[in-house]
């Protein structure tokens, strides 16, 4: 069929453009030179001007009206529905508009660096005030009506609606408070001694990201201030991060961005460049990057391989044996950082931020009172009040970005690992034995076959049913596994 | 005028995306994974394939057409006029044709890479086979009869022609190829000792890049195998690369593309992003580096400067004093490499590739017989024999990368050095005086005030001729420049 070979070439120069774009944001964060902010503003707005233009493109209409779903096979059939919905998206937003938000965002992102290492929230607002302004406007111009923030949330999570998100969250909240709450009141594990150098940190980082399967002729690592992990196919970067005095940010950080990496690595190679070729959702995604993070990566089993890894590298640092340093990687403790936070905090800085969030795209909370708002919340769930706006509403680099509806994919993500993580063990019955050897390919094969190959195949919701054999996801296997993992660790 | 204004618009994006494709070049020389090579391929192709696009655009022959050139300012002429060029040579080119180079490109620089590192010229053949078969395909559309070699050094020397700079080399020649033979006849200077650790050398580096006023803020320096600058405005970065027994190697070339950067970093700012906000030739931009690497970096003055500097570093490296360091780092010995060769012998290597190139190019020498042709002619013109094909023919990055036409603008760029040397001794007296201490700013703000500001404003010649006062460049300034300096040196 003519056209949709047509479209096909088209879309896969398309997506060869959006890795491109995508390529300058990790040089942004990792590379590029202080002074050339304003200039990567034009040249990020020049690409997503031409991005725009080709998703808008008349041509795109055309060859989908000759297409005939019917003629094509399952993965053709796939493809045309993501073209359809993206198309049907970019050409209700002005390119006027997408282009204004491109050289916003880039200039956002060094205005909150700064506003961040002084913290100082009000030199910021005026920036996210004007980036929420554009993204109301974006969700306006997408939205039939309803909440406009579903209409955000669409771009990253294709099907899911605020509204049962927030059923999903409400149910989750009250056992994850009361876990919290039962943990805390115990005595914590022994803690690290010592420091730790930065060559260690990241000879360390990189031992462990080969042996979850990373595939480093197709990557690299660097160091970022927020970690992340960048591109698909066949070019997919992470960063990492590391603090002297703590092991387990630069080492955790470490293997979740590897869980979005392998995620991309391991997509069906014949849709690379495509609009299959890359995860399927954010949601999913997470679900990749937390299941290698906590449920593998903080296992017993993994973290008593790692300890001895620890141990070559940095000698004695303080934790006497396998089962004290599982302890201590799965410590739940008081800390305002979602990204430093344990399994058990971690979902409430995220409820935190998608009411925040979803306030202020709905107009019911100004960034003026935006501080203020993020201070009371966070009183409210945790007990004690943020120190200082960097440990607070400044932390977190998505706003700047303009990533709404970002947030609420962290907890789903972790919902799906929960899920996930059930059938895995009934699937592989000698995981903790090969986990304990710091072989992960029994757990990375299963997810790659089962999840991680399809790439764009399936809808998110879909993926994650067929991995699960049919069932739906819902929290429970995740709340199941969190009371029996840090019961048992705590002693509940 | 209206016009004129959507144009600008228009090419400033161009200029902006052509900044981000610049960029995906330094990327893969520095930082990119092995394993992308083929998606980045794809990438460039869809890069240069929008790039094409925009310049063979029609708004921009109706825009052209709609603009009086006498209603406009100086700048806004030379703008026109360098935009009717680039959109003529453009629109003769299809765009099949262009894609297609940039693929190949892409694949053969990795084949090239190889080659080199295995010593095997014939596994580079036939991808340089094809590399010229596209790129006589191209000559042929540009030219409008005659040698068609001069199509393509139309790209990087507008104005230039093969027959001239065919003239220009033919009196350049005998005197250096005499100067030469005077010179090796003579007792070699006393060499350097011991071993230069890679951070020493990264440091040093790093030290007279910012003695020559390089921008950090807007820069940065890489290692990479064959040092590049790269990037126009605010975001120029250059590479270099160290050899544990050869501090000068890093050092000269750290200092030849810091000649090239500042160049670009020295524009006048309201030409960012715009045709003439970059260099205006490929021989004009060389005049920047040579000058910047010889006849400042390797005088007298600026050596007794640099030699403390390799003192505080790495303590006695068996030279004795400043007058040995300066008889060291002008050292003209034997060898095979063009980017090692000494000023003497430096040009020989262009000439052997310009007749080379050129003779490819016309169709008088088959890739099949080019690494004989290359044996033959530096045997004949050095006097002995090359070892292997990474000493030879496989030496170069350039004919990888499709630039034929390239080469000659080295020599060009050499004698433009020299005519500019002329003038910026008799402009600033104290010279010495200043480089003595490290400070180049003399030399520097000499440079950029009568020369680097101005960008593409004026034409190659013309550009040179204003900075020399008038005088057209002719080859004589740099013969008597080397004749004073190296018969000084060897005594004769």
Redo the contacts between chains.
């Keep these: 069929m003519q056209a949709f070979d047509d479209l096909m070439a088209f879309q ?3 997506e ?2 959006a ?2 774009a995508g ?2 944001g990790w ?1 942004q964060e990792t ?6 902010a ?3 503003s ?2 990020l ?3 997503e ?2 991005l725009h233009a080709r998703r808008v493109a008349p041509q795109i209409g055309d060859w989908l009206a000759a297409i005939d779903p019917e003629a094509l096979d399952p993965a053709g059939r796939a493809q045309l529905r993501d073209i359809r919905r993206s198309h049907a998206r970019a050409t209700r937003i002005p390119a006027r508009l997408a282009a204004e938000l491109a050289r916003l965002i880039s200039r956002a992102h060094v205005i909150w660096a700064e506003a961040r290492a002084d913290d100082d929230y009000n030199s910021f607002a005026p920036a996210l005030a004007e980036i929420i302004a554009l993204r109301q406007e974006e969700a306006q111009a997408l939205s039939d009506g309803g909440d406009i923030y579903d209409a955000l949330l669409e771009d990253y999570e294709p099907g899911a609606k605020g509204r049962d998100l927030e059923a999903m969250f409400t149910a989750l909240r009250p056992r994850l408070v009361a876990l919290r709450e039962a943990v805390l009141a115990r005595p914590s594990p022994q803690g690290v001694k010592g420091t730790f150098d930065e060559h260690g940190q990241m000879k360390l980082a990189r031992l462990v990201a080969r042996s979850f399967g990373y ?6 690592v660097d160091k970022a201030v927020h970690p992340f992990s960048s591109g698909s ?3 997919v ?1 992470i960063t990492t991060r590391t603090a002297p005095l703590d092991p387990f940010g630069c080492l955790y950080s470490t293997i979740h961005e590897v869980g979005h990496a392998s995620y991309e690595q391991n997509i069906n190679p014949a849709y ?2 495509t609009p299959l070729g890359k995860g399927v959702s954010m949601g999913v995604h997470e679900s990749q990057s937390r299941i290698y993070e906590n449920q593998i990566g903080r296992s017993r089993a993994y973290t008593g391989w790692i300890y001895g890894k620890m141990r070559d590298t940095f000698g004695d640092f303080g934790i006497a044996d396998e089962d004290a340093f599982y302890a201590a990687v799965n410590e739940v403790k008081n800390g305002y950082i979602r990204t430093e936070a344990d399994e058990v905090q971690y979902n409430l800085h995220v409820l935190l931020r998608f009411d925040l969030e979803r306030a202020l795209i709905r107009g019911d909370l100004s960034v003026g009172d935006l501080e203020a708002a993020w201070n009371d919340r966070f009183k409210a769930d945790f007990g004690y009040a943020v120190d200082k706006p960097s440990d607070g509403v400044l932390q977190d680099v998505h706003w700047s970005a303009g990533l709404f509806g970002y947030f609420p994919t962290y907890s789903l993500g972790n919902v799906y690992a929960g899920c996930l993580y059930q059938s895995l063990r009934d699937a592989v019955p000698g995981l903790d034995d090969q986990l304990a050897e710091g072989d992960t390919s029994g757990a990375t094969d299963w997810l790659r076959d089962n999840l991680q190959h399809f790439g764009g195949l399936y809808e998110p919701r879909e993926v994650i049913t067929r991995a699960c054999g049919g069932t739906a996801p819902s929290e429970g296997p995740l709340l199941d596994y969190l009371e029996e993992k840090f019961g048992g660790l705590y002693g509940l």
């Design positions: 896969r120069e398309t060869a453009l890795q491109v390529r300058l040089d590379m590029m030179p202080r002074g050339a304003d200039q990567r034009d040249e707005a020049a690409m001007s031409v595939d480093f002729k197709r990557g690299r196919g066949d070019d970067r690379r460049l």
